[in-house]
Structure formats: structure tokens, C-alpha cells
């Protein structure tokens, strides 16, 4: 698993809750803390923040992710994602990230253009190394067939799944347009359970979150997900694991 998966997927649950509020859409923000879990040692890694802004005739959504100083010392993270999205249809215009990790800068600029059913995606990739001066670029062309969006717009998506008509098992796909590939996102329900955290209980929709490649390859290892089951729908939970140890996500409440 990468943080890069992490964080698509960190998009999603976070997005979720922006529309679980109740609220007009635009000018809202939410925050989630992000810990490190290795056995029995669990501290607090990183935090996230996302934006969404009602900019007229489209909106704007932003996340930014950062790992606490503590572990700037091992893997330092400051990642920031925007998409661009029309009215009314919300699907994406352009989206980019920028990201340094682990002393790697990247940064990827995709622009959509819709042609029917078909999706092209012209993508800009830029990168350095942690010990290279000089930054690469790469021009890249993507299509693809039915819904596409990028790591931030899918959430709108994932709206339209009402979980109290779905049965255990019953999955969605969808594709995501990152910098360098298309991939397929597989999104599969497995109902409601009980979780525990921060000295509360939660009756919970549980879901997973798997990556694949054009050519049905699983990239990752699935993904989980726990969402408040009632009418705000928050994302209360996620674990994503890592080389080394795992990544969980927290609802502050704030």
C-alpha cells in the first residue's frame, strides 16, 4: 500500500462527511487526525484537512495532508490536492497535486475533456528526486469509458449509493484518472457492523476500497472504511496498511 492510495481513499471518506452534514454545499471544511499503528505502538502520524468551496459556476475542493514533526524525522508529508469540478453535473475540469514525501517532490496536472461516453484526460507530470537538482516533466494522454473522475471529485460518486438498499457484497466501479494511469476503483459494501473508539460506540456501514489496473491487476490491498449507518453518513473510521504497520484515520468532530 502507498500513502498516495491512502490519501484517495482519505478523499473520499472526508468528502462523504461534507455532504452528511446537511448543509448547502460550499465553504465547509472538516478535520481527521492520522495515526501510525506498528504492533502496539500507535501515535499520532499525520493530520488532513479538506475544503470545499461553492465558487459560482463550479466548485473547488482542496485537501491538504501533513505528517506531525515527529515524523518529519522518518517520512516527512505535505501534500496538497485541488479539483475543479462543473455545475451542475459535478464531474472534474482539471485536478493536481502536489506533493513532497519523503524529500520527493511531484506534481501532476490532469485536464478532462468529455466526448460523449469517453473520457480524455491530458495529464502533466513533473518530478524530482530527493538527491536529483533537476525536475522532470512527461506530457501523458488518458481515455476511458463512463464515470471518471480524479482522487478528489469521485466522492461525488460514491452519493449516490443509498447502503440501506444495498446487500452484503454488492459492489461499484468506478474509473480514476491519476497522474501517470487509469485505474479502476471497486467499491464493495459489506454491511453494517459496531465500532469502538475514543470511548464511543457507532452502529457503522463497512466498506472497502480496492485499486486495480487496466488490466483487472490489484495495486493495492483493500482498503477499510467505516461510516456512521444514519442520516449524516460520516466517516468515522479508515485503515490503510503500509510496508511497514498501518495507517488509521480518525473523525475528530471538529
Known amino acids: 500500500m502507498t500513502l498516495r492510495k491512502i490519501l484517495i481513499t482519505l478523499s473520499l471518506v472526508l468528502s462523504l462527511?461534507?455532504?452528511?452534514?446537511?448543509t448547502t454545499l460550499g465553504n465547509e471544511a472538516l478535520s481527521y487526525k492520522v495515526m501510525f499503528k506498528w504492533g502496539l505502538i500507535q501515535k499520532q502520524a499525520g493530520r488532513g484537512i479538506l475544503y470545499l468551496r461553492d465558487d459560482g459556476n463550479r466548485f473547488v475542493?482542496?485537501?491538504y495532508a501533513r505528517?506531525?514533526?515527529?515524523?518529519?524525522?522518518?517520512?516527512?508529508?505535505?501534500?496538497?490536492?485541488?479539483?475543479?469540478?462543473?455545475?451542475?453535473d459535478m464531474l472534474p475540469v482539471k485536478y493536481e497535486r502536489i506533493a513532497h514525501e519523503g524529500g520527493k517532490y511531484s506534481h501532476d496536472i490532469v485536464n478532462f475533456t468529455k466526448k460523449g461516453n469517453l473520457v480524455?484526460?491530458?495529464?502533466?507530470?513533473?518530478?524530482?528526486g530527493?538527491?536529483?537538482?533537476?525536475?522532470?516533466?512527461?506530457?501523458?494522454a488518458l481515455q476511458a469509458e463512463g464515470v471518471t473522475v480524479d482522487m478528489l471529485s469521485s466522492f461525488y460518486y460514491l452519493r449516490t449509493l443509498d447502503f440501506k438498499s444495498l446487500e452484503p457484497g454488492s459492489q461499484k466501479t468506478i474509473n480514476i484518472f491519476s497522474g501517470k494511469r487509469k485505474e479502476l476503483l471497486k467499491i464493495t459494501y459489506h454491511g453494517v457492523t459496531s465500532l469502538k473508539f475514543d470511548k464511543k460506540k457507532y452502529n457503522a456501514y463497512y466498506v472497502t476500497f480496492t485499486f486495480t489496473s487496466d488490466g483487472k491487476k490489484e495495486t493495492s490491498d483493500p482498503i477499510q472504511a467505516?461510516?456512521?449507518?444514519?442520516?449524516?453518513l460520516i466517516p468515522l473510521k479508515l485503515i490503510g496498511k503500509l510496508k511497514v504497520g498501518s495507517i488509521q484515520i480518525y473523525y475528530t468532530g471538529k
Open 67 to 88: 505528517s506531525e514533526p515527529w515524523a518529519d524525522r522518518f517520512y516527512k508529508v505535505r501534500d496538497t490536492l485541488t479539483t475543479i469540478m462543473s455545475k451542475p
Open 130 to 140: 530527493k538527491k536529483d537538482t533537476q525536475t522532470t516533466y512527461a506530457n501523458m
Open 61 to 63: 475542493s482542496t485537501l
Open 120 to 128: 480524455l484526460g491530458d495529464c502533466h507530470r513533473y518530478r524530482r
Open 226 to 232: 467505516w461510516i456512521s449507518a444514519d442520516s449524516r
Open 17 to 22: 462527511a461534507i455532504h452528511a452534514s446537511g
